[in-house]
């Protein structure tokens, strides 16, 4: 010890100390705020999941002030959101990449929930009620898509009624 005290001499020794406040002060917050299971980026995922909800939300409710879910005006309000609502344009991307956002962010959640093993310890409920609000976001994802009635969203409903179809339980 006497060999790393005699080493810390002039400007290391004034280093050691700088080093030696922050690791009192600064670093024992950071250490204090975000424990160790948060250092994972995946952590964050299920808040990220509920920041691109709330996200989701707000442009949804924005856009329901100009869409009109009738069958024959569904497409010209969409294309007077994006023509003639101040900002719509832009309104209308990010409610459209915030659900693609929510769907990838609410499938990695789910997965590394799983593949961690953290829905064992005490969350069964927790992992029962993320396995349905999963399912419902797909689910909103597909009937978000299929809002708006272009051909790409007919082609998309003739696909999902296949796919029913051909489920023995739910099918004809």
């Not at 709330?54 to 442009?59: D, E, K, N, W």
């Not at 991307?93 to 093993?117: P, R, T």
């Not at 349905?132 to 696909?159: K, P, Q």
């Amino acid at each position: 010890m006497d060999a790393t005290l005699a080493r810390r001499t002039g400007f290391v020794a004034f280093l050691y100390w700088i080093w030696d406040g922050i690791d009192r002060t600064i670093f024992t917050a950071i250490k204090f705020s975000f424990p160790a299971r948060f250092v994972s980026p995946f952590g964050f995922l299920g808040m990220l999941t509920f920041i691109v909800f709330v996200i989701l939300g707000i442009s949804g409710a924005l856009l329901m002030f100009y869409y009109q879910p009738i069958l024959d005006r569904a497409w010209d309000s969409v294309e007077f959101i994006n023509n003639e609502v101040p900002y719509g344009f832009h309104i209308r991307n990010i409610h459209y990449h915030g659900s693609n956002a929510m769907v990838l962010l609410a499938i990695l959640h789910m997965y590394y929930q799983y593949f961690s093993g953290r829905y064992k310890i005490r969350n069964e409920i927790l992992w029962v009620t993320g396995v349905i609000l999963g399912t419902v976001t797909i689910l909103e994802a597909f009937t978000g898509y299929d809002i708006i009635f272009s051909e790409r969203a007919e082609l998309a409903i003739s696909i999902a009624a296949s796919l029913t179809n051909s489920i023995p339980v739910a099918g004809p």
